[in-house]
């Protein structure tokens, strides 16, 4: 069965502090892995995807590196306004792109 | 704006009861899938459609259900409601199948009472 493992659940920064967000994934033939952001009552927004160890994206403060077994998500800098839920989920397998998500680990960055 | 709506955006039901919660995608996302999300948990992968075919469910009783629509929209149909499926409940669509990642919609918070 894939899983997807998030830590730490809870990350709190001053602005400034950089950090990172770890994702450890199990799965059957990894086809692509994921970062969203979620704000409180909202959906999942796209960040990136990675398909192949090695593997770097950036978009502003955000960057995201896959390994054989994790991904990390860089956060240089934080602002305030980056303070959101960060969800992982791996794509796997034959048939339809399903996702599976970690539970997430919830940023809050303070003044 | 994400180019995927949910409605509605909130809803109380009573246990017992059957409900639908209706998900409009972007022209040209011909799959659709949709998600479970209790409080303070990831998302839970309920069903996928593909051009209007199952090709995925996951762990969920057959009470939940759904369908595709030729213009882009879809249901998701949970029958003989329980306490447990309190949740926001996510549609998320794409193109190819969803090879390339999927845009989600903002959710319909479900209370079942």
């Known amino acids: 069965e894939d899983q997807v493992t998030q830590s730490p659940e809870a990350l709190r920064l001053q602005e400034g502090e950089s950090s990172s967000l770890n994702c450890s994934y199990t799965v059957s033939g990894l086809r692509g892995l994921f970062w969203y952001r979620q704000d409180p009552g909202k959906g999942p927004e796209f960040l990136f995807t990675?398909?192949?160890a090695g593997e770097e994206k950036e978009k502003e403060r955000l960057k995201a590196t896959l390994t054989k077994k994790e991904s990390f998500l860089h956060i240089t800098a934080p602002k305030p306004e980056d303070s959101a839920t960060y969800l992982c989920?791996?794509?796997?397998?034959?048939?339809?792109?399903?996702?599976?998500f970690g539970k997430g680990t919830k940023l809050s960055v303070i003044p | 704006e994400t180019g995927v709506t949910q409605s509605p955006t909130h809803l109380i039901k009573t246990r017992g009861q059957q409900v639908t919660l209706r998900c409009s995608s972007q022209s040209g996302h011909n799959t659709v899938s949709w998600y479970q999300q209790a409080l303070g948990q990831g998302p839970q992968f309920i069903f996928q459609?593909?051009?209007?075919?199952?090709?995925g469910r996951g762990n969920f009783p057959p009470r939940f259900s759904g369908l595709q629509f030729p213009n882009y929209s879809s249901e998701l149909n949970v029958n003989a409601l329980e306490l447990d499926d309190s949740a926001l409940y996510l549609c998320?669509?794409?193109?190819?199948?969803?090879?390339?990642?999927?845009?989600f919609g903002s959710g319909t918070r479900l209370t079942v009472v």
């Open positions: 998320a669509s794409s193109t190819s199948g969803g090879n390339y990642g999927y845009t």
């Open positions: 989920a791996a794509s796997s397998g034959a048939g339809s792109y399903q996702l599976t």
């Open positions: 990675l398909y192949s």
């Open positions: 459609y593909y051009r209007e075919e199952e090709n």
